[in-house]
């Protein structure tokens, strides 16, 4: 398994932490709480993230955290297509 390149951020920003509140995790990722809470949702197909509920709380280990950043990071540096219908190349016959 590759190193992460979060894990290591993400301790020393919680040191003592095994798992952060909802809250906590939105914040990182920038997103709201409640969009988070509704990602999370056990009725959803694929969760985004793998939490854990303590009780009434719900919360995301980092580890599950870090390897999310991960996977956004890796998809971000692959290059997008472009969308739609291809354009006419130049200098072709009239």
Known sequence: MPESIHLPLLREMFPQKLNLSVAEAAGLIGWTPASLKNALAPGRPKPLLRS???????????????????????????????????????????
């Not at 719900?58 to 290059?79: G, N, Q, T």
């Open 52 to 94: 854990v509920k303590i009780g009434r709380l719900r919360v995301v280990p980092i580890v599950a955290l870090a390897s999310f950043l991960d996977e956004r990071l890796a998809a971000s540096a692959v290059p997008k297509t472009p969308m739609g219908r291809p354009r006419k190349k130049s200098g072709g016959a009239l």
